[in-house]
Every structure is written in structure tokens, then in C-alpha cells.
């Protein structure tokens, strides 16, 4: 994944934060996803006008974590939610408009 | 709730009033069930369940009986084949339905009333519900499987379905209800333990025990919203325990 070009966009499945987790229903098939704190802070900010790479930075500067520990987890969850079918992934340069 | 039945001949009133009492009532009801033996088995295979809902109007059909109505109007009509003339499955998911208008919600659960306020104990089958409602001793039993939670100031109301498990009849024998002390997921084990769960735990594990049509989106974030109150506003537990009355002095220790 080209995290500067790679825009994640939420879909639009039932989700809730509960204190700092969350939950995110699959109602196709019929799973419910919890997400830790991490987690749930990437999916509320997969909101398609943020890139991966914004994405790691806003994380990088609330949790105690390295920004390359931050980065490869955060990839590997954004595309688990995409092969999930949970967020789409737009590819457009940075400036770009959707 | 109370529900009153029409469009019934002597014999099948007979079978509601007896199956469903005292959840039946011809009078002062919270909702009127129409009935009309309509459907007939066609050959070939059942259809899945299937339930739509949308601004208070909803569609059930539990093959081959259907049920249909305006939830505001607090009139439904179901539509029956051969069989029981309140087709248990489209009564429950009727009932879920209700109580989602008011941020309720049925769940797989028992529940018994200790000192005027209510346990709950939820879990898949096998967990342990029926064995705990069987422990209650002169305490009252809400419900050996399904149990209705409604939303009240500062907290929940559990109240008892006509819904029983494999305890029987007897688990279902008054139309009763007791404020909700706690709510706990069982686990079977050699002696007692517990562990408070937190809020995404608790709407974690109380999803899939909800009796609901939750493919359908609007429901599931209703449920979501309703689950997340729950969690605030009771003390939730997951609870081994072992199949002794020694149980209760110990949810008395919980405090």
C-alpha cells in the first residue's frame, strides 16, 4: 500500500465507541469486530479525507508507541479492514479531490 | 406487556390463553394481535426467518405464518398456517420489536430476584441459565431463557417472558418484573469467581445473545445504542460458577 496516495473511507456498517474501544458490526456476514484503543482511534479516523500516512502521524502523536511501529500496524489493520470489506480504499494523490 | 388475541376460534384461544398466561389478556392490552388462518404449507423448502423494519411498521415471517403491523398503532396482524396459532418465533421477534421502540431488548438470558432486585444470567446454551433458575429456592424466577430488559430512570427493568427453556412451563409462570441489580455471563466451572467486564466487553457479548433480526443495519445500531446504555448504567460480570446454593451469599459478596 502506497500510505501517502491511499485514502481509507469507513463504510457505512453500524460502529460505536464504548470509552476508548469500539465495535464494529458486520452485517453481511453477520460478525461483530471489537477494536482495542488503537484501533478504534484508525477507524474513526478512516474517514476517507485523511491518507494512511496522516492517519499514522494523528496516532503516532496520542499513543507512546514509535511512528514505525505505529505505521506497520496501523497498514496491516487498515488492509484487515479492507479485505473485510469494513473500509474501501480510495488511491488519488495527496491534493487530489475525491 | 400484556397482549390480547382476536380473530381466534374457543379451541386455539384456549391454547393461547394457556401457553402464553399471563401474558394474555382479553383485557386492557399493551397490544391487539389480530389473527387469521390464512397461510397454508406449500411443498418444497422452508424459506429462512425473515423481518424488515422500518419507522415503526414491520414485516415477520416465520414460514408458514407471517405477522405484519404498525407498532405505534400497537395493532399487528398475524397471518397463520397449521400449528400453534402464535407462532412462538414471530411472538418473540414481535416482542423485540417492541421493546427496541423503547431502547429495550429480549436477551438469551434467566434471571431471578434476590432481596426485591434482579440477576440476570446470560450466556449461550449449555452456560448454565436453566441450572442457576433451578438453584432459586423460594426467590422468584424471571425466566429460565429469554428475559425482557426495559430502560428506566437510572437504570433497567428485567422483566419475565412467556419465552421458557428447557426448565419448562414453570419458569414462566408470572407476568413479573424487578429492577436490574446486575447482569452476568456464565461460565460452568468447580467454584466461584468473577470478573467486571468492560463496556466494550459487555455490548460484546450481549450482542449476539439479543433476539433481533440484526442483519438488518437500523437494528443493529439501535441494539448497539441500547447495549452501550446497559453497560453504563448496570454492573456487568463474567461469572464462573459451580451448581451450589452457595451461590447467591456469593453475588451478595459483589456488593
Partial sequence: MDSAEAFPLRRSVPWRVLDTEALVVDVKGGLLYPLNSVGARIWELCDGARSVDEIVGVVAGEFAASEATIRADAVEFIERLADANLVSIERRRKGESR | MVFRVTGLGAPERRWAEERYAPFVSRRAPSVTVEVAATE????????RPVATWSNGHFALASYPSRADGDLA???VRFRVGPGPALNPELFRLLCGFLLMREGGFLLHASAVVDHGRAWAFSGPSASGKTTIAGLAGDRQVLNDETVAFRPVPGGFTACATPFYGSGGPTMARANARAPL???CFLRKADRFAHRRLTPAE???RAFPEVMLPKRDPRVAERLLASLAALAEATPVYELAF???AELWDYLDGLG
Wanted: zero cysteines; aromatic letters at 4%; glycine letters at 4%.
Fill in chain 2, 40 to 47: 397454508r404449507y406449500r411443498p418444497g423448502r422452508a424459506p
Fill in chain 2, 73 to 75: 398503532r400497537r395493532r
Fill in chain 2, 181 to 183: 441489580r446486575a447482569l
Fill in chain 2, 202 to 204: 459487555v455490548v460484546a
Fill in chain 2, 242 to 244: 459451580a451448581p451450589r
